[in-house]
């Protein structure tokens, strides 16, 4: 079983730069296909990014395409995801999530399907 901690959140501008970071321990993330969804007050936890076992694959939500980018370094057993030109609907909290059964190059954007998530980073953006 993995555990995996979200970092890097915080209270920013319209406009501004955010690296979230997911560190995983008990388990070698490589063998994880990773993702990121977040929750805003008063809605369903929604997909953001994921990115693929072998992290050749990636896929993201339209609202965020062309601002986030999600990357993996299996050797700190870390994902991030780059937040830039952030606005003030990216507010929410943003999770970490992980499943071990998907293929080396398959990228997951149903929530159902992780069985891993971390607690949570709140990320903040004032207009």
């Known amino acids: 079983q993995v555990h995996v901690v979200e970092s890097g959140g915080g209270l920013v501008q319209a406009g501004d730069s955010l690296r979230l970071s997911c560190a995983a321990s008990?388990?070698?993330?490589?063998?994880?296909?990773m993702g990121w969804f977040r929750q805003a007050p008063g809605k369903e936890r929604e997909f953001v990014a994921a990115i693929s076992r072998s992290g050749r694959s990636t896929d993201y939500a339209d609202s965020v395409k062309g601002r986030f980018a999600i990357s993996r370094d299996n050797v700190k057993n870390t994902v991030y995801l780059q937040m830039n030109s952030l606005k003030p609907e990216d507010t929410a909290v943003y999770y970490c999530a992980a499943n071990r059964d998907f293929a080396a190059d398959w990228v997951e954007v149903r929530r159902s399907e992780y069985d891993y998530w971390g607690q949570g980073t709140q990320v903040t953006v004032s207009s």
């Open positions: 008990g388990r070698t993330l490589g063998s994880y296909g």
